[in-house]
């Protein structure tokens, strides 16, 4: 089986994240898209979607999300 490209392949919601999971300009644009144009990684995010916990795009998406509205609250 081919690996993940996540330069090139296609990004869903549905797409899990992999050993070989990468912050390309391909993954920001999904998450632009699902989260809005504040979209931005930072460190313990990012930490997240590398902690080795299976997941997929739509779980980070709305992950991020989540962060975001605890951090209004705070």
């Known amino acids: ?4 490209d996540w330069h090139a392949d296609s990004i869903s ?6 050993k070989s999971y990468r912050n390309t300009q391909n993954v ?6 699902e989260c809005g ?3 931005r990684f930072d460190r313990p995010f990012m930490a997240w979607l ?3 916990r299976e997941k997929t795009m739509g779980d980070a998406a709305d992950e991020w999300i989540r ?3 605890e951090k209004r609250k705070a």
Request: proline share 4%.
């Open 37 to 39: 144009d504040a979209f």
């Open 67 to 69: 962060r975001q509205a």
């Open 1 to 4: 089986m081919k690996a993940f």
């Open 13 to 18: 919601r549905a797409t899990p994240i992999t």
């Open 50 to 52: 590398k902690d080795g």
């Open 28 to 33: 920001r644009s999904f998450f632009t898209r």
